[in-house]
């Protein structure tokens, strides 16, 4: 269990926090499986105590580790209970998990931006204008982190746009943590992300004529088009 590289004493928490969760990624810990004692955990890493409390304190508040007195630290099972409330740790998702949230983003989203299409107003457009340029110019740069942020904050806008803020709070809590899980599964050779992100802009163009033309079926049809082209990637990749 674990990676047998040291952490050095310099290292935050944080970096115990990614040991932790890597090693649940990769299946050396499941649920139910018992955390290391904190003496063994410094003793393997050379940090301190302090350092290994506060990671497993954050990851205990979060939903993926539970202390009992007497017996030690154990994970927990990662389901739809605590997903929202980890959204910083979407890579624990497992793939059921994220083939789940991909189809409740769907559902959500395809409703959302119908909505949009039709309460849009101008100034929206002209912002929603400016989101989608700045995906060009990351598409042009093939800056693959400069476009997964604009990605996320184009389709964020485009659920505020809906005037509806419980349908903008659940579209923000199912897609920031499949955000995280895309930038874990997407490692390709720039040709090949090159690919991925042109044809991602051109329904992203799609939905934003349709949004223009105040064209909510035209908008539905398009947003549905483009989370199927994401769920078979991430079906493939996962």
């Known amino acids: 269990?674990?990676?047998?590289?040291?952490?050095?004493?310099?290292?935050?928490?944080?970096?115990?926090?990614?040991?932790?969760?890597?090693?649940?990624?990769?299946?050396?810990?499941?649920p139910g499986d018992r955390i290391p004692s904190h003496d063994d955990l410094c003793k393997r890493w050379g940090i301190s105590r302090t350092t290994i409390?506060?990671?497993?304190?954050?990851?205990?508040?979060?939903?993926?580790?539970?202390?009992?007195?007497?017996?030690?630290?154990?994970?927990?099972?990662?389901?739809?209970?605590?997903?929202?409330?980890?959204?910083?740790?979407?890579?624990?998702?497992?793939?059921?998990?994220?083939?789940?949230?991909?189809e409740a983003r769907k559902l959500v989203e395809?409703?959302?931006?119908?909505?949009?299409?039709?309460?849009?107003?101008?100034e929206e457009l002209e912002i929603l204008g400016e989101l989608l340029e700045e995906l060009e110019q990351a598409n042009r740069e093939n800056n693959h982190v400069h476009y997964s942020k604009a990605d996320h904050e184009f389709h964020l806008y485009i659920s505020k746009m809906?005037?509806?803020?419980?349908?903008?709070?659940?579209?923000?809590?199912?897609?920031?943590?499949?955000?995280?899980?895309?930038?874990?599964v997407i490692s390709l050779e720039p040709e090949d992300q090159k690919r991925i992100s042109d044809n991602s802009q051109k329904y992203h163009r799609?939905?934003?004529?349709?949004?223009?033309?105040?064209?909510?079926?035209?908008?539905?049809r398009s947003m549905k088009l483009h989370l199927?082209?994401?769920?078979?990637?991430?079906?493939k990749n996962l």
């Open 162 to 184: 809906s005037k509806n803020p419980f349908l903008e709070v659940m579209m923000r809590n199912i897609s920031e943590p499949l955000a995280i899980q895309q930038m874990e």
């Open 228 to 235: 199927e082209s994401i769920e078979k990637f991430m079906k």
């Open 1 to 30: 269990m674990f990676k047998d590289d040291l952490i050095k004493k310099a290292s935050l928490s944080d970096i115990v926090i990614e040991k932790i969760t890597a090693a649940i990624r990769n299946g050396e810990l499941k």
């Open 110 to 122: 395809t409703v959302i931006v119908g909505m949009s299409a039709e309460r849009r107003t101008t």
């Open 53 to 102: 409390r506060e990671a497993l304190n954050k990851l205990e508040s979060v939903g993926i580790l539970t202390k009992y007195q007497g017996r030690g630290t154990f994970i927990n099972d990662i389901t739809a209970n605590n997903t929202l409330s980890i959204s910083e740790f979407g890579t624990l998702l497992n793939r059921e998990a994220v083939l789940k949230l991909l």
């Open 206 to 220: 799609t939905i934003f004529t349709a949004i223009k033309e105040r064209d909510p079926e035209k908008a539905r």
